[in-house]
């Protein structure tokens, strides 16, 4: 999870902006590598395992590399995935980018308010009746920091 402060494009005149990301500690073609490395190995395994007549070994190695691609695809999938929250004037935008898929939404800063569990493990935005979920990508401890900065963004204005 990556949490600043900055500009972010979306309002020249934004007061406050948090975005939260993913935790990928790999680049795609680290992820490449290491799929390659783990695959090398585990089929060198399966094929020796073959030669020597316990042949069993080499279909669940397959089974065993073919979770782990779908499991590196999903990651691959989701890796430019955030959340971004804009407080400025007198609007506070949500931006959910998930997949490829932008979704925004607005809410009016002086009716929003952020509602947060005691132990940080829920953080939403609220307004009107309708609340919006944030910060999935955030560590508890993170979501409870990040509550109090859009708190103290949302009463400055």
Known sequence: MTAGVGDTGLA???????VARRNNSLTSSGRFLVFAFLFVVSVGIGLAFAIVGAWLILPFAGLEMALLYL????IERHAADYERVVIGGDRVTVELFELGRLRSHEFNRFWARVVVSPDGSRLALASHGRELEFGRHMSDEERLAAARSLARGLRAG
């Open 12 to 18: 020249h005149a934004a007061e406050f902006a948090l």
């Open 71 to 74: 499991a590196f695809r999903d």
